[in-house]
T-cell receptor
Framework: NAGVMQNPRHLVRRRGQEARLRCSPM?????VYWYRQLPEEGLKFMVY????????ESGMPKERFSAEFPKEGPSILRIQQVVRGDSAAYFC??????????????FGPGTRLTVL | AQSVAQPEDQVNVAEGNPLTVKCTYS??????LFWYVQYPNRGLQFLLK??????LVKGSYGFEAEFNKSQTSFHLKKPSALVSDSALYFC???????????FGRGTSLIVHP
């Protein structure tokens, strides 16, 4: 049973370019979280999605960041016009639907974004 | 609102000694509590959780955690540390009414040979 997959594992972008981070949840999981990890700051929640619906985006920066989880394919976190401050590790986690009794979020290996 | 505090940035312990990594939480209702471990350049691995029931929860790799409602704490423990336990440990909390786990800043555990 494959775990949560993220790609690419490492991504280098120049300032002003776009970054696209992909996340495929575990089999049977319908919900996805995105978190950002900055040095000395721990994990910060960004967004929580189910297929074709954003449930909670209270942690997303207001500009340049967007997320989607289409009916088919992986969840995508998109960062437009990247700046050096966007350099971080971005982690995706997946879980079964709420109310099923399964409450553990399982994490992928992360994408390490470096902005030059 | 829910929050987690890990008061120690780093914990140092000698191999073979018991270890404790501290965590306190704040929720408006009842908590789900979690511990995760992160090795360098890897994702977070689930260690254990508390939902309800026994206050002492046992998890992977010999780790356990004790839920203390009066002190709002969920400290991670292991009777005998291994050098291979050296990693970054995260405590997380989720209020029963929330779907979003909130994570602490992490505690770096260093086990010396």
């Amino acid at each position: 049973n494959a775990g949560v997959m993220q790609n690419p594992r490492h991504l280098v972008r120049r300032r002003g370019q776009e970054a696209r981070l992909r996340c495929s949840p575990m089999k049977g999981h319908s919900h996805v979280y995105w978190y950002r990890q900055l040095p000395e700051e721990g994990l910060k929640f960004m967004v929580y999605l189910q297929k074709e619906n954003i449930i909670d985006e209270s942690g997303m920066p207001k500009e340049r960041f967007s997320a989607e989880f289409p009916k088919e394919g992986p969840s995508i976190l998109r960062i437009q016009q990247v700046v050096r401050g966007d350099s971080a590790a971005y982690f995706c986690a997946s879980s079964p639907p709420p109310g099923t009794g399964a409450i553990i979020a399982y994490f992928g290996p992360g994408t390490r974004l470096t902005v030059l | 609102a829910q929050s987690v505090a890990q008061p120690e940035d780093q914990v140092n312990v000698a191999e073979g000694n018991p270890l404790t990594v501290k965590c306190t939480y704040s929720v408006s209702g009842n908590p789900y509590l979690f511990w995760y471990v992160q090795y360098p350049n890897r994702g977070l691995q689930f260690l254990l959780k508390y939902i309800t029931g026994d206050n002492l929860v046992k998890g992977s790799y010999g780790f356990e955690a004790e839920f203390n409602k009066s002190q709002t704490s969920f400290h991670l423990k292991k009777p005998s540390a291994l050098v291979s336990d050296s990693a970054l440990y995260f405590c997380a909390v989720r209020d029963y009414g929330s779907y979003i786990p909130t994570f602490g800043r992490g505690t770096s555990l260093i086990v010396h040979p």
